[in-house]
């Protein structure tokens, strides 16, 4: 069974505080590697995705990722109230299979 | 861009009916999956759908069934309704099987 944990918070951040969001995965082979938003009562929406190791930016969002540790991670700079919802990590696995493993998801605060 | 467009957006039925979901791919998006989302289960996975062919299918009984039209557009039936079918049901599209995954809205849907 190839897993994917996240920590189901809160996290609670200050507003303009940087939020660190954690996802670890079982498959070591696993190449792609998705975050999502959810907002409470909506859909999932696709913020970011990563397939090297490193760091990917897009404005106030960085994905990291370690492929020998196993875990991915997606920083929040400047965070703001608009930015509380519960955010999944999803991740591909490795052996032909196209379907994406999702986190539980973690929630995000953040107060004014 | 259109995204992902799902009908209908609320339903409600009564145990023992049936229900027919559909989805409408990003234009140009060939895969369509289907995910039930509860508050204790998660995102859990239904089925998957290339070129009008079902790639993957999760673990749910046979009253959950799908199909995909040879325009993308895809539609899930649900018969013998129980309570526990009660769930947001969200459709996914993406380019290729691969790639990351775009929601719709989703269809809540109620059994009373």
């Known amino acids: 069974q190839k897993e994917v944990e996240q920590n189901s918070g809160p996290l609670s951040v200050p507003e303009g505080a940087i939020a660190s969001l954690n996802c670890t995965y079982s498959?070591?082979?696993?190449?792609?590697f998705f975050w999502y938003r959810q907002y409470s009562g909506k859909s999932p929406e696709l913020i970011m995705f990563?397939?090297?190791?490193g760091d990917k930016e897009d404005g106030r969002f960085t994905a990291q990722l370690n492929k020998a540790s196993q875990y991915v991670s997606l920083l929040i700079r400047d965070s703001q109230p608009s930015d509380s919802a519960t955010y999944l990590c999803?991740?591909?696995?490795?052996?032909?299979?196209?379907?994406?493993?999702f986190g539980r998801g973690t929630s995000l605060i953040v107060h004014p | 861009k259109a995204g992902v467009t799902q009908t209908p957006r609320y339903l409600i039925k009564t145990r023992g009916q049936q229900v027919t979901l559909s989805c409408s791919p990003i234009?140009?998006?060939?895969?369509v999956s289907w995910y039930q989302q509860t508050p204790g289960q998660g995102l859990q996975f239904l089925f998957e759908?290339?070129?009008?062919?079902?790639?993957n299918k999760g673990n749910f009984p046979g009253r959950f069934s799908g199909r995909q039209f040879s325009n993308s557009r895809s539609e899930m039936n649900v018969s013998t309704l129980e309570l526990g079918d009660s769930a947001l049901y969200l459709c996914?599209?993406?380019?290729?099987?691969?790639?990351?995954?775009?929601f719709g809205d989703g269809t809540r849907l109620s059994i009373l």
């Open positions: 498959d070591r082979g696993s190449q792609s």
């Open positions: 999803a991740v591909l696995p490795s052996g032909g299979s196209y379907i994406p493993t």
């Open positions: 996914a599209s993406s380019p290729e099987r691969n790639q990351p995954q775009h």
């Open positions: 990563i397939y090297s190791n």
């Open positions: 234009s140009g998006h060939r895969s």
């Open positions: 759908y290339f070129s009008e062919t079902q790639r």
